[in-house]
């Protein structure tokens, strides 16, 4: 007991101890999100004085410049200890430097040609090392945050000079060049002055000198001839033009924070919007040349899943991805929220109430990526399925496409099911839903249900499937695809006609193809009266074993069919392996026939016709030697 007692209190003593923990944990995060709110209530707030006013000038003074010397001194003193506490760090990312600038040096080299899309990265192989150590090590470290102000303004003022010379390689344009330089050389001496602490009434009239500058350069841009109405250019001038109007009134009338951060949030989205056109670039031709890459395309299974198809997936996802976190970086760029993750938590947090249901951003996303991801997964298995399953046994390709169709329609239920269990529909919420659906199937969508039970029915009972040549209202075609409304077939004359699933399910389809391949071929002969008959069906078994794909068994049936009008008709009747060749086939037959008529001397007439003249002129009369038949003539003359 007295055991069980002390562990008690030990108990309780720890959970004192968490308790009093969460407590100042709370605490400290109530004071840094009411100091965070605080500055962010500064912003809008005059902390200058106003530039039209003598107190501004009176400013500047021995004081002042004296506070900056020592700011600028204490910037610019390493700690003692700064080998011990940040050599390691240094020292990570000088070695990966030096490894990555070795290494693009020795690409740059090799003998293979480099695309255009990613040679200025190796022409510029020391701006590429320092731009990916400094990002890469930045992304798995929080480093930055503990380095002197000195080390941290060199970061800054290194990778922002490789980008720019990355940027200036990548984009072939002159203008872009020139604003790229411009914003470089902006962004570098704007932080500078920051960094190392310029006084409040130095950086508010650098401020407006910076606005200042940039009015007439921005008008100069709007006012320059364009072909265009509204180009690109000419908008990012227009809205140039007003954040520097905007920052020039501010800084004039005292608000000297509202004009810093304006000023940082500018520089810094034309920053990000750079790189992220830069980056979505390099990543779908990165993908494509990933993608086309021999170890890839010769995949049996990639083959299935279509490379191309692939490729275009990855890079709708990617850009989605990109894309969205371009969004969450502008958002904290301009201090709507403190960091992305407090960005996109409020983003998705926000809803809206239907009567009892509250439908949430979230939840949509959610609901929206199960199903997208169910799709992604429902095609991957499938051309899993079929190259690894399917295609070594060697199944038909009706078989192959049913089962398919059938294994996407599985997935996606259970799918939609998942998503509907997220997105918080209870059964009575769905039986509601159902309850409407069968209203609107009961007002207007027989139709579109009818056909998709038909496709069901077309996937189990298998009257047509997927290759099959069918015969269906005077057109002809193979069968391409069964969808879930809709059958696609594609005729010889490849144009591709849609059939609504119910068409095939109510209405007469001739399959030639349905049980067997094989298909009858048969080919009218006429021969001229006289000829031998016993000859000519002998020819014709011939020509019949002289071409090698008319197949033995069932064997070639010479008929004689009747007494034409101008001929004794035959017909040559064989089996083909399939109907693809039935008229190369027929061709190929005729022709035969053809040539053993001729060595043979069996005559292929023309049409005879008996004409029986019942008159005839009298000029052709002559001709030929009969008497013209006189003709009498009565004449009365006339009164005078």
């Known amino acids: 007991m007295q055991r069980i007692s002390q562990v008690s209190s030990e108990l309780v003593r720890g959970q004192q101890k968490y308790a009093s923990t969460q407590e100042i944990l709370a605490s400290r995060l109530n004071t840094i999100d009411e100091t965070l709110d605080h500055l962010r209530k500064d912003t809008f707030r005059r902390n200058a004085i106003r530039m039209f006013e003598a107190d501004f000038y009176r400013q500047f003074n021995r004081d002042l410049f004296t506070e900056f010397t020592g700011s600028l001194t204490i910037s610019l003193t390493l700690p003692d200890n700064f080998v011990e506490r940040h050599g390691d760090v240094i020292g990570l990312y ?4 030096i490894i990555i600038t070795l290494l693009f040096v020795y690409r740059n080299r090799q003998s293979e040609p480099l695309t255009a899309e990613w040679a200025f990265l190796f022409k510029r192989p020391l701006a590429g090392a320092i731009f990916i150590s400094i990002v890469i090590i930045s992304l798995f470290t929080d480093l930055d945050a503990n380095l002197p102000l000195l080390f941290r303004w060199l970061l800054y003022v290194s990778i922002t000079i490789a980008a720019m010379r990355l940027l200036n390689a990548f984009y072939a344009s002159p203008g872009v060049k020139k604003a790229i330089r411009t914003i470089a050389v902006v962004s570098i001496v704007t932080e500078s002055l920051r960094y190392f602490g310029l006084p409040t009434p130095l950086m508010q009239l ?3 000198l910076l606005c200042a500058m940039a009015i007439p350069v921005c008008w100069q841009r709007i006012r320059r001839p364009d072909k265009e109405k509204i180009s690109q250019q000419r908008v990012w001038a227009y809205l140039l033009l007003t ?9 004039v009338i005292g608000f000297e924070n509202f004009t810093t951060t304006l000023i940082d949030s500018t520089l810094t989205t034309f920053i990000i919007l750079i790189l992220v056109k830069m980056v979505l670039h390099l990543s779908d031709r990165g993908i494509e040349a990933l993608m ?3 170890w890839i395309r010769n995949r049996h299974f990639m083959q299935v899943l279509g490379v191309d198809a692939g490729t275009g997936k990855l890079q709708l996802l990617l850009k989605i991805l990109i894309l969205a976190n371009t969004v969450l970086a502008l958002m904290v760029t301009w201090n709507l929220f403190d960091n992305s993750t407090e960005a996109s938590e409020a983003i998705l947090g926000f809803e809206y109430t239907v009567g009892e249901t509250s439908i949430s951003l979230k939840m949509v996303v959610m609901v929206v990526v199960v199903l997208y991801l169910t799709t992604i997964i429902s095609w991957v298995v499938q051309a899993f399925v079929d190259s690894q399953i399917m295609t070594p046994r060697k199944m038909d390709i009706g078989v192959k496409e049913s089962l398919k169709r059938l294994a996407h329609y599985a997935l996606f239920t259970i799918g939609f099911l998942i998503a509907v269990s997220m997105a918080g529909l209870g059964l009575q919420n769905f039986s509601i839903i159902v309850g409407a659906l069968g209203v609107g199937i009961g007002f207007g969508l027989q139709n579109i249900v009818n056909n998709f039970v038909s496709g069901l029915i077309l996937l189990f009972e298998r009257p047509v499937k997927v290759g099959d040549v069918i015969n269906i209202d005077q057109d002809w075609g193979t069968i391409t695809r069964i969808g879930l409304r809709s059958t696609i077939f594609e005729t010889f004359d490849r144009s591709e006609i849609i059939v609504p699933n119910a068409d095939l399910i109510s209405q007469k389809v001739t399959n030639w193809t349905f049980s067997s391949k094989i298909v ?9 009266y006289g000829s031998p008959l016993d000859k000519v069906l002998e020819i014709l078994a011939r020509a019949a074993k002289e071409n090698p794909d008319v197949l033995s068994y069932p064997a070639p049936s010479p008929i004689f069919i009747g007494f034409g009008n101008s001929s004794i008709d035959f ?7 399939t109907i693809d060749d039935r008229l190369r ?3 190929e037959l005729g022709v035969i026939i053809d040539r053993l008529f001729r060595e043979e001397g069996i005559e292929i007439p023309f049409p005879q016709r008996d004409l029986h003249l019942r008159s005839i002129d009298s000029n052709l009369q002559t001709l030929f030697g009969a008497k013209p038949e006189r003709t009498q003539v009565d004449t009365q003359e006339a009164p005078e």
């Not at 009858?520 to 001229?528: C, F, K």
């Not at 017909?571 to 392996?577: A, G, K, M, S």
């Open 94 to 97: 000088l070695l990966s430097i």
């Open 206 to 208: 650098y401020n407006a």
């Open 243 to 251: 954040v520097a109007l905007i920052g020039l009134t501010a800084a």
């Open 292 to 294: 086309q890459t021999e």
């Open 520 to 528: 009858r071929v048969i080919l009218p002969v006429g021969v001229a």
């Open 571 to 577: 017909e040559l009747r064989v089996w083909i392996h």
């Open 585 to 587: 086939i027929r061709s």
